[in-house]
């Protein structure tokens, strides 16, 4: 992931670092006042602008897929390495799929507006308090063009202003997208101001955009550990994201045999890239199926390095190292270690978790009630694959990304963790006593 | 406000910035093993703690009141002000007004385990987002010894450490207090490293606890401007603050003239120094009563800076600066302008507001709902006084600060505030397609 600041240094030097922070402090201005305007539209209205911009990227495909053509060849002379090209390259197919989403972003409920909770005070006065947007968003990303028109969507709905830095390797592929979304919404009365890209693919601007505490209000990074790393240590900005998602499962020792199974292998296997993929299991010494576990995993492919008594049930398994348990292998490799009950899996999950997701597999719901309190992540399971956390599974139609921080927005951050609130106070003339 | 600066600067020199980051590091340490034992506490025995903390520090007046007296002597001989040594004073009534708070806090319904929504994700999956407590809080704070017990109160309710930083000049109120309130709520079982107080005063450890992300999850600053200005400045942790309580009181055309009269007197003039005093007040063009509010106001012994209509109200108001409006006084003065309808109150407001509290006065429910939804603050106000931005005055018993961030709390802060949720999710073995 490291290609995309070598991209980033490789590109910058027409701008001095004092011109990219003119750039970035006059795009969040006018960011901030076109966020103003749109806080005001209705559902139906952020909705119809969202459906013109589906409408204007299906009629621009041409242009955009050029655009694409010159990023690819680009990158191939760059010598980027097969994965990042897949990465970067649009094609008919996804460019609908990008269409869609943005569709399926304007169907999602508003939560503009809506009402968390109401009370009374000893005064008489009445308080609400209720959803309003968070203000103007910066996202940074890196070589999927997909997230210039997703990031937009979500952040549109919400009723946020978003300026976008997209990677430099994807910088003809993203002016396309956003000149034909910016059509699409404007031409139902959202300020082209609301969604901005970055002009300038100068590293020094996303410092920029990092220290703008009071022009930009929250940062999102969306990519690779170095990018997320790089954006949570600069940032002067609150940072939704998570750095790593090292999620444990656990195999309490009254689960299920065959669910047991099941679900490890879905949690390692199913993808093993995404952050919600197992990284470590934990089988605890009494269930009775360990080594029928560990055999599916070794058997489809897994490499599993284990502790003394993990490697003590299957030959195949290697030694783990004490960076073993730290790691996010995002790749077919998985630690394994045998613990004694409850309270020392949760001491390894406390020790070595990322904060992320974790699972237990029980059929004793006092051990599943104390796991789901006790362990201190973001997502907790029981009797559940752990590839499950994500926006789109949780229900919430989309995400912007997942979020391990404690404060604000946890997990799967969609349209509602885009939101924020105010206390709206209604009196009848009280005087504070 | 300063002084609290200049008495750290005064006061360092023993430990290097390494030995203040390595007591930093060491106690939070501490603090975030013991809130793992406070998160399991039920609401019962975190009420009992608190209620023992209470008696504790009733029983131990006279030692507390003796260190008090030292702190006064301290102060005395160093020239602080009488304001200052009026904040630092304790007395008998002081003393039990702190326990009360104490046992106040202990009888707020404790947010920790609270089900914030739940829903059926479209695999069958069940979820549901629970509240938990935020971890280790630092709070950083200036002359008043009872902030450390408000603050060790709320905390501890909420399931949460504290790591404690008060004024050099507080020093020893600050040590009894603590060691009173740590001994009380030790007797009950609570980690006695749940609520720590720094033991240097070196301006260093401030340093450190700003910078210890990973191991401080959120600060509170509470004292004055400067003190807040830093802790936003040099943080690398959340902070949970307001800067300034810039609040903007709109009589629109359609006011009532006695409540306008009424709350204008009371936004301004019943306390002046809180900050959810009236700052700038916002008079309609076509509001028939302007001269009897500015009057009222006037006779009441305040100060009045207006722009040019304003003046033309009453030859007692002075000339406003541009600088005015952007001025929380704290003091019996307040800025004046008249304004041509309600976007044009919106305008100043976005323009000068600090995002605290705006209130709106109209009989017109359709002017009210536009300025509550539009007017873009933490707290916004239909007919009532903006002095009751409090959490005691919103019901919520207790206040840890009034937060004008867009992430996580707004408002006033109390025990909700002070936790997070996690999202746990109940499955019957689905593994993800």
């Known amino acids: ?85 897949d990465r970067l390259m649009l094609d008919e197919d996804r460019l609908d799929a990008i269409a869609a989403a943005i569709e399926n972003v304007a169907s999602l409920p508003d939560p503009v507006g809506q009402e968390i909770d109401r009370s009374t005070a000893p005064s008489g006065l009445e308080l609400v308090r209720r959803r309003i947007p968070i203000g103007l968003i910066g996202i940074i990303y890196e070589s999927r063009p997909n997230v210039t028109a997703d990031a937009a969507a979500l952040c549109l709905r919400s009723g946020n202003a978003a300026l976008l830095r997209g990677g430099s390797e994807a910088v003809n592929s993203n002016r396309a997208l956003h000149a034909a979304f910016t059509e699409g919404v404007a031409s139902k009365g959202v300020p082209a101001e609301a969604i901005q890209l970055m002009p300038t693919q100068d590293r020094a601007a996303v410092g920029a955009m990092l220290k703008a505490a009071g022009l930009v209000d ?14 949570q240590n600069d940032a002067r900005v609150p ?43 934990l089988l605890d010494a009494n269930f009775p199926a360990s080594q029928e576990v560990v055999a599916e995993l070794l058997d489809a492919g897994c490499e599993l390095r284990g502790d003394s ?24 490799v998985l630690s394994v270690a045998v613990v004694d009950g409850l309270d020392a899996a949760l001491e390894h999950i406390a020790s070595h978790s990322s904060g992320h997701t974790e699972a237990i597999v029980t059929a004793d719901e006092a051990a599943a009630a104390r796991f789901l309190a006790e362990a201190d992540s973001a997502i907790v399971m029981h009797n559940a694959s752990s590839q499950f956390a994500d926006g789109g599974e949780f229900g919430l139609g989309a995400e912007i990304g997942i979020a391990t921080g404690r404060l604000h927005a946890r997990g799967p951050v969609a349209l509602e963790g885009l939101t924020t609130y105010k206390w709206q106070v209604h009196g009848t003339g009280q005087a504070r006593p």
Chains 1, 2 share one sequence.
């Open 309 to 332: 008594r993990a490697r003590s049930l299957d030959s195949r398994i290697g030694v783990a190292s004490d960076e073993d348990w730290d790691t996010e292998y995002l790749d077919a």
């Open 1 to 85: 992931m490291d290609t995309e600041l070598k991209t980033r240094t490789a590109d910058s030097g027409q701008e001095t670092p004092a011109d990219c922070e003119q750039i970035v402090h006059s795009l969040a201005r006018a960011g901030r006042k076109a966020q103003r305007v749109l806080a005001l539209m209705s559902d139906a209205e952020k909705a119809d602008a969202l459906r013109a911009a589906a409408a204007a990227i299906r009629k621009a495909a041409p242009e955009i897929l050029a655009a694409n053509t010159k990023d690819l060849e680009a990158g191939k002379a760059n010598g980027l390495a097969p994965a990042m090209l």
């Open 239 to 281: 940072v939704l994201a998570h750095l790593d998602g090292i999620c444990h499962t656990y195999i309490h020792s009254a689960a299920d045999p065959e669910m047991a199974k099941k679900l490890a292998l879905n949690a390692k296997m199913r993808r093993t890239g995404i952050c919600g993929a197992m990284e470590t299991l």
């Open 218 to 231: 929250m940062i999102v990074p969306r990519g690779g550990k170095s990018l997320v790393e790089r954006v």
